[in-house]
């Protein structure tokens, strides 16, 4: 799983076909933890609040954000794949709070500002050490901040059985319930569609 591999997957047809796919996987792949994301937005997205995503994609949250009419400071998305990237762009053009960056977030030592709010969605399974970019990204986090990650775990096997090809093809791997041990200031773990998806909520003070 190098990475010029999944850039490559996700740079497919201009990255046209995510948004689409998304929204089959939203409906049949993993509801409960779409909606909890949005949950986790409506409750910690504010008007002072400063955001930064790493591997935002398509900008499919920051979409959320808006269609929930969330205020927020100022928001920076990550990501790797230009073609991904150049949707998110298109997007949110006219909003100067917003930025998109091309960036490989396993080094995030260019960022010198906390952030009030940190999100990662569906993005640790092509990450070949989570808990050390996770941990690392902790640094970024203001003092008071939240962090909270979606990413897949592996599932029961009648789930595997359907999903293991769309791994394959997405050359992504399920986070291991070792990488997750190794994460530092999980607050909340929970986990949906037979495990499919877990997500963690970091906070640095209790
Ligand atoms: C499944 S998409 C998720 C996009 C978005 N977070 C969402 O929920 O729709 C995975 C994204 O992670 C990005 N990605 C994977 N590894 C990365 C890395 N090391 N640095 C930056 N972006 C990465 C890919 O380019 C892709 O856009």
Same mark, same amino acid.
């Given at each position: 799983m190098s990475n010029r591999d999944v850039r490559k997957v996700y740079s497919f047809f201009e990255a046209r076909w995510y948004d689409s796919f998304k929204e089959v996987w939203n409906r049949f792949g993993t509801p409960k933890a779409e909606k909890k994301i949005r949950i986790f937005l409506k409750e910690y997205v504010s008007e002072e609040k400063s955001i930064l995503e790493l591997g935002?994609?398509?900008g499919k949250n920051m979409e959320t954000i808006q269609r929930l009419n969330l205020l927020f400071k100022h928001y920076l998305g990550l990501d790797f794949t230009p073609d991904m990237l150049n949707q998110a762009i298109n997007k949110s053009k006219a909003n100067n709070r917003v930025t998109f960056k091309q960036q490989d977030i396993t080094n995030l030592d260019n960022l010198d500002e906390k952030y009030d709010v940190i999100i990662s969605t569906w993005?640790?399974?092509? $990450?070949?050490l989570p808990s050390e970019v996770i941990n690392k990204a902790q640094n970024l986090l203001k003092d008071d901040g939240s962090f909270y990650l979606v990413f897949m775990t592996k599932p029961k096997w009648f789930i595997n059985f359907w999903v293991w090809p769309f791994m394959l093809l997405f050359k992504a791997r399920y986070v291991t319930e070792s990488e997750i041990q190794k994460v530092?200031? $999980?607050?909340e773990i929970k986990r949906y569609s037979f495990n499919l998806a877990t997500s963690i909520l970091i906070k640095n003070t209790n």
């Amino acid at each position: 799983m190098s990475n010029r591999d999944v850039r490559k997957v996700y740079s497919f047809f201009e990255a046209r076909w995510y948004d689409s796919f998304k929204e089959v996987w939203n409906r049949f792949g993993t509801p409960k933890a779409e909606k909890k994301i949005r949950i986790f937005l409506k409750e910690y997205v504010s008007e002072e609040k400063s955001i930064l995503e790493l591997g935002c994609g398509t900008g499919k949250n920051m979409e959320t954000i808006q269609r929930l009419n969330l205020l927020f400071k100022h928001y920076l998305g990550l990501d790797f794949t230009p073609d991904m990237l150049n949707q998110a762009i298109n997007k949110s053009k006219a909003n100067n709070r917003v930025t998109f960056k091309q960036q490989d977030i396993t080094n995030l030592d260019n960022l010198d500002e906390k952030y009030d709010v940190i999100i990662s969605t569906w993005v640790m399974s092509h $990450i070949h050490l989570p808990s050390e970019v996770i941990n690392k990204a902790q640094n970024l986090l203001k003092d008071d901040g939240s962090f909270y990650l979606v990413f897949m775990t592996k599932p029961k096997w009648f789930i595997n059985f359907w999903v293991w090809p769309f791994m394959l093809l997405f050359k992504a791997r399920y986070v291991t319930e070792s990488e997750i041990q190794k994460v530092q200031n $999980i607050k909340e773990i929970k986990r949906y569609s037979f495990n499919l998806a877990t997500s963690i909520l970091i906070k640095n003070t209790n």
